[in-house]
């Protein structure tokens, strides 16, 4: 591509690779998945976790995935800047299953199943928070 001489190229050419590699993403992750069964009409109200979830799926993540703990279940959403073909989500606490720690070198993270469809792994403090929730 000719971007030197044509530089509003570079924009668009970005904004296609950045929404590429969310629809990417969204599929490797289970999120699309997810979707079709668990699509969200409205956040309910709950005990909201942003910046905790650290793996979708065989998704690494980075605050890009947020919760809201609610008594109907398991609200998940991306953020902002990720929300291309990410969908909010509602899932049932009856299909969340788990968790399962797993540690790294000297931290733990616990992994829930998401619908026998993906994972969700998240820290020890949204653990706790959502055992306190589910007990």
Sequence with gaps: M??????YLLPIFFA???LFMSAVFSLTS?????ARRFRAAEIPSGQRITSQVKQMGMVPENRV????????????????????????LLIP???VRGPRRINTL???TYEYELDSTSNIRVTKSAHEA??????
């Design 30 to 34: 289970g999120w699309w998945s997810l």
């Design 16 to 18: 296609g690779m950045w």
């Design 130 to 135: 959502i055992e306190r929730l589910r007990s």
């Design 93 to 95: 606490w009856s299909c």
């Design 65 to 88: 995935t947020h919760m809201v703990l609610s008594r109907f279940g398991l609200y998940l959403y991306a953020s902002f800047l990720f929300r291309f073909m990410h969908p909010a």
């Design 106 to 108: 000297w931290w733990s």
């Design 2 to 7: 000719d971007f030197e001489n044509k530089p």
